[in-house]
Nanobody, 120 residues
């Protein structure tokens, strides 16, 4: 079994910051790309940020300069530092990881999501 568990969501005022964390656990041999997605009410899920096993990252244009994705391969964790938050960042944020299990199976796994609400 493989699990991804997000934490760090909450309610903050516009201009504030949050740091999301995602911990991978279970029968993992290796983790390739790790990503953060978000889904706002009535909208499709969108890729927010992605990071390779080597640390290369990319971002959706709307968060460039405000969000930073990072990872700790030894701890099997990925983070999303979110600064200068805006009401339009309000969404459920999901962690996604491309994982190879100890049995050699490769697939994408999703976390359960964490709510981020930006409001005054």
């Amino acid at each position: 079994q493989v699990q991804l568990v997000e934490s760090g969501g909450g309610l903050v005022q516009p201009g504030g910051s949050l740091r999301l964390s995602c911990a991978a656990s279970g029968s993992i041999r290796s983790i390739n790309a790790m990503d953060w997605y978000r889904q706002a009410p009535g909208k499709e899920r969108e890729l927010v940020a992605a990071i390779t096993i080597g640390g290369s990252s990319n971002y959706v244009d709307s968060v460039k300069g405000r969000f930073t994705i990072s990872r700790d391969n030894a701890k099997k964790m990925v983070y999303l530092q979110m600064n200068s938050l805006k009401p339009e960042d309000t969404a459920v944020y999901y962690c996604n990881a491309d994982i190879i299990t100890i049995w050699g199976n490769r697939r994408n796994y999703w976390g359960q999501g964490t709510q981020v609400t930006i409001s005054s």
